[in-house]
């Protein structure tokens, strides 16, 4: 895996590890889970609940890895563009520029 300058380099190579639809639905399902778990942690007051928040967002991305791309996280070349990554993703499904079918 080559090394990148910048973010906006590295987020092509980031969608095309993410090429098959299921692996995209796991990573937009963990990102969901991992808000739902900040806002319960905040709503109830208790921190405890943080723990699953990288249990849930890493669980469901590195399935939709090794099962359905299978291919090796760019999380472990690259941590933070990788998490970067995953948020720019989940906000372009939002928006309609990724899509999941």
């Not at 995209?24 to 319960?40: D, K, Q, T, Y």
């Not at 399935?63 to 993703?89: C, Q």
């Amino acid at each position: 895996m080559a090394g990148f300058a910048s973010f906006g380099e590295f987020y092509p190579y980031y969608l095309g590890e993410h090429a098959d639809v299921r692996c995209r639905r796991l990573h937009f399902a963990g990102s969901c889970v991992v808000l739902l778990v900040l806002a319960l942690a905040v709503l109830t007051g208790r921190p405890a609940w943080l723990w699953l928040a990288p249990v849930a967002g890493y669980g469901f991305a590195w399935i939709g890895h090794f099962v359905y791309e299978k291919n090796r996280p760019a999380t472990f070349r690259h941590p933070l563009y990788s998490l970067m990554g995953d948020w720019r993703m989940f906000f372009d499904i939002l928006r309609g520029r990724v899509r999941l079918r």
